[in-house]
């Protein structure tokens, strides 16, 4: 199972290098791009993964948010793409927060649902993180509905039809109690919900029964999850169908992918014990204090030099040497 889960990942990856090749990039000024670089997309994941925290209170695995927003806020740097929302998370932005979440959110729901195996410790965190990140009743229950089909299928090692997995999911929402749902997550809206346009009662009840009609088309019809691109990509057609097949590709910092996927798989197995993770960091300097030839302190990047430092009318950019690798870091003046 755990192979056939890193296989998946793989294959997204992989798509994600592919896809981003494609794309003319600028050859100007201080330009910096090494082969077989992915996107922001491969970049959230991997951070998503660097954020996960076995609980000790209880049998659970969460998203750090503390440690997911100091990622992020390191992430605006070093990029290649963005997401607006990301961006806005990644300033602790929240004008946009009952808007519809982020697209790579449905993400981090399939990594929730992969590494935890108690449903009822699964539904706390995942829904706990979709509050952190956004305040829509949509992706509320999108987000909801494609984790818990993930979790049906990874619980049942994959042996597990399309029909059954509908009627489970149908279940979970059915029973989505709107009176528990506001007694026990009400609380972790980052905005006042008289904030919030429209109606709350009436809007959860309309989103609700949109989701239950959406969910035959999803499992029937595989274009209609591409408005989820990773979910699409990695695991309908990677992971629950083994179809996927790719050539050989260079991928940067392959090793480094490899010993974060393997975090996730030793989380999943229990092998993480809570003590021994960095929780609180006091070092998380600016990069774009240092100066060229100067160590970088800054407990994200550990080891880091600045290599090359210049700027131009519109940006100041570094490339970067960490442990892991080079990286070109970029900062829009004035900003």
């Known amino acids: 199972m755990e192979e056939r889960i890193i296989e998946a990942f793989w294959h997204g990856i992989v798509k994600d290098v592919r896809e981003y090749q494609k794309i003319e990039h600028d050859k100007g000024y201080f330009s910096f791009e090494e082969e077989g670089q992915w996107s922001y997309k491969t970049e959230i994941l991997l951070i998503t993964i660097k954020s996960l925290r076995p609980l000790q209170e209880k049998v659970a695995i969460e998203i750090d948010s503390s440690r997911f927003l100091e990622e992020l806020k390191l992430w605006r740097y070093y990029r290649h793409g963005s997401s607006k929302k990301l961006i806005y998370l990644g300033d602790d932005n929240l004008d946009y927060y009952w808007e519809k979440g982020d697209e790579l959110l449905a993400l981090r729901g399939i990594v929730l649902a992969l590494v935890n195996s108690r449903k009822s410790e699964l539904q706390d965190v995942l829904l706990k993180h979709i509050l952190w990140s956004t305040g829509s009743l949509e992706s509320l229950f999108e987000i909801y509905a494609l984790s818990m089909s993930m979790y049906y299928w990874q619980i049942n090692k994959g042996n597990i039809d399309k029909d059954r997995m509908r009627e489970l999911v149908k279940e979970e929402l059915m029973s989505f109690s709107r009176e528990r749902y506001l007694d026990l997550y009400g609380k972790h809206y980052r905005k006042p919900l008289e904030t919030r346009a429209g109606h709350l009662n009436v809007d959860f009840e309309r989103e609700k029964i949109k989701i239950l009609t959406r969910i035959d ?41 490899e010993a974060i996927l393997n975090y996730l798989i030793r989380l999943r197995k229990g092998r993480v ?60 003046k004035n900003k």
């Open 217 to 257: 088309s999803w499992l029937e019809n595989r274009e209609k999850l591409r408005e989820h691109e990773v979910f699409y990509e990695i695991f309908i057609e990677a992971l629950v169908e083994k179809n996927a097949e790719d050539g050989e590709l260079l991928v940067k910092d392959q090793d480094f992918i």
């Open 273 to 332: 014990q809570p003590s021994n993770l960095k929780t609180k960091f006091k070092h998380l300097n600016d990069p774009f204090e240092y100066s060229e030839g100067e160590r970088i302190v800054h407990d994200l990047l550990k080891e880091a030099v600045v290599l090359k430092k210049g700027e131009n009318d519109k940006y100041v950019k570094m490339i970067v040497d960490t442990k892991i690798g080079r990286f070109r870091f970029f900062k829009i």
